[in-house]
């Protein structure tokens, strides 16, 4: 049973927990490097997310026994053509939830991507000699980290995603 394939999903989708968990704790908490435990949780949590995603291909492709079901990317499975080439109604729906950026899939895979993202300085125009000293500054905030709940409520759509796929399995 432990070489089953739906159980590295479940291992995922509880591993996420686990750093979702840890994460509130360091919000919680006072310690000096709370900002950097903070910041090592949500890095897990989409980790583990992601494998949960990954996993829940693997399952899909493996229950239909599609060519290339082993992907080591969840990329690699949701696109259109390995639907064109091997429809199952899962899969297409996974499909159609990453092409929409608006859907929580997409954002968790835009999310997982810009972990492996370099920083990137802010840009500043050339200085030209005639401008004046006094410039106006922006003290807008760059776009704020991904919240804890965000985070959650992609795990609980992932698991009631899983579950329902688990239920409805059937060969075409």
Request: hydrophobic residues 45%.
């Amino acid at each position: 049973m432990a070489n089953e394939l739906y159980t590295r999903t479940n291992q995922k989708i509880f591993y996420a927990g686990l750093a979702l968990d840890a994460w509130r704790v360091a919000e919680e908490g006072r310690a000096m490097n709370a900002q950097a435990l903070v910041q090592a949780e949500r890095e897990a949590a989409l980790f583990h997310l992601y494998g949960a995603v990954l996993g829940l291909c693997h399952e899909i492709a493996g229950y239909y026994r599609l060519p290339g079901s082993t992907a080591p990317r969840a990329e690699q499975f949701l696109v259109p053509a390995v639907v064109e080439s091997a429809p199952c109604p899962e899969l297409a729906e996974l499909v159609e939830l990453a092409q929409q950026s608006e859907t929580w899939l997409a954002q968790l895979l835009a999310a997982y991507a810009a972990l492996f993202q370099p920083p990137q300085a802010d840009k500043k125009a050339k200085v030209d000699p005639s401008t004046p000293l006094i410039q106006a500054v922006s003290l807008d905030e760059e776009e704020p980290p991904l919240a804890r709940e965000t985070l959650e409520a992609w795990r609980e759509n992932l698991k009631g995603l899983a579950r329902r796929f688990r239920e409805t399995l059937t060969e075409w």
